[in-house]
């Protein structure tokens, strides 16, 4: 079963806008990270909030995590039509002391972001 | 520095064939990962290589298989093809010796067609 549930599963904002993706998961994690896929593309890492952080920033992207309802949200502010892709959460398969799983990633359903020119 | 690397991009085969896909992962990066992704099931960890030992391997039959090289490339090899193999086939590399999954790095994907 996915770790990762992502909501919404499609969103459409006009360029400008901002744009939220939320993500709950089920089991303890040491780390949560979004990752980007334009169609039929490879994944591009955007961010990683480690379990011990709150909120993380980086450029137009804003994460939060809430460990005690397992679930991160990621903000994207002043979306451009370049953002046009879907997002991924994922977490790590064992949770906190799986030292062995650095390769293994289980993601969410994702979220298609459109933004509108 | 160069990304990872994946061939084929595309790939049509028939049910009941074989198939080769190769990753070269980022130089330096020990640790190879393989996804599956499908509209279905979404992006599915197959197994992930490292120092070529094959460290994790997720839920998938044994027609499924990999392995690493020790230049660290990593193949992935799918026999007696079915219809619901059809996906797309990432590659991630990683340094691979973080304590909990550091960022991967993805390769484009080979995109597989079984007829």
């Known amino acids: 079963s996915q770790q990762g549930e992502e909501d919404p599963q499609a969103l459409s904002i006009q360029e400008g806008e901002n744009a939220t993706m939320n993500c709950s998961y089920k089991?303890?994690?040491?780390?949560l990270q979004w990752y980007r896929q334009n169609s039929g593309r490879g994944l591009v890492h955007l961010i990683l909030?480690?379990?011990?952080?709150r909120e993380k920033h980086s450029g137009r992207l804003r994460v939060t995590l809430d460990t005690s309802k397992k679930s991160s949200s990621l903000l994207i502010t002043a979306s451009r039509a370049a953002d046009t892709a879907s997002y991924f959460c994922?977490?790590?398969?064992?949770?906190?002391?799986?030292?062995?799983?650095?390769?293994?990633?289980?993601f969410g359903q994702g979220t298609t972001l459109q933004v509108k020119p | 520095k160069a990304g990872v690397t994946q061939t084929p991009r595309y790939l049509i085969k028939t049910r009941g064939q074989q198939v080769t896909l190769s990753c070269s992962p980022i130089?330096?990066?020990?640790?190879v990962s393989w996804y599956q992704q499908t509209p279905g099931q979404g992006l599915q960890f197959l197994f992930e290589?490292?120092?070529?030992?094959?460290?994790n391997k997720g839920n998938f039959p044994g027609r499924f298989s990999g392995r690493q090289f020790s230049n660290s490339r990593s193949e992935m090899n799918v026999s007696t093809l079915e219809l619901g193999d059809s996906a797309l086939y990432l590659c991630?590399?990683?340094?691979?010796?973080?304590?909990?999954?550091?960022?991967?790095?993805f390769g484009e994907g080979s995109r597989l067609t079984v007829l």
């Open positions: 991630a590399s990683s340094l691979g010796t973080t304590v909990g999954p550091g960022e991967l790095f």
């Open positions: 130089s330096g990066h020990r640790s």
């Open positions: 290589y490292f120092s070529e030992t094959q460290r």
């Open positions: 994922a977490t790590d398969a064992n949770g906190v002391g799986g030292s062995s799983n650095t390769g293994k990633l289980i």
């Open positions: 089991t303890s994690i040491n780390n």
């Open positions: 909030i480690r379990s011990n952080e």
